[in-house]
């Protein structure tokens, strides 16, 4: 089990959250459930997966969680730049949310690769 708040990438990805409230948050009412809807769902959905496989018993456990969050980042990247094609989103406001997200899928691949190599040593140790 990992302490939630010491995770650099878990408060990165909160972070990531708040922006793309904030973002999606001018987006027409009639693309509430629509474009707003799945931002803010994909959004949630990598820190809320980063604090599930934190909490779960095992690195390999962590490591499938990893990626599910990441998943979720690739979804998010191309609904914002769906909105940004639509004149949904400035370029001035998804530029910085893109590179948050880069930033966040690299922290996700090292961990992942962290968190294989303890899954790795286990093995070798059994």
Request: glycine letters at 4%; aromatic letters at 6%; a neutral charge.
């Amino acid at each position: 089990m990992n302490n939630l708040r010491e995770l650099k990438i878990l408060n990165k990805a909160i972070d990531l959250a708040v922006d793309v409230y904030k973002a999606t948050s001018t987006y027409p009412v009639d693309e509430r459930y629509g474009l707003t809807s799945q931002s803010r769902r994909a959004v949630v959905s990598i820190s809320s997966n980063i604090a599930e496989g934190a909490g779960r018993n095992s690195p390999k456990e962590f490591n499938n969680f990893l990626g599910i969050s990441n998943g979720s980042s690739y979804e998010l990247e191309t609904q914002l730049i769906i909105a940004n094609k639509l004149d949904l989103l400035k370029s001035e406001i998804l530029e910085p949310l893109l590179l948050q997200i880069d930033e966040l899928q690299k922290m996700t691949y090292g961990f992942q690769q962290m968190l294989n190599n303890k899954i790795n040593l286990k093995k070798i140790s059994e």
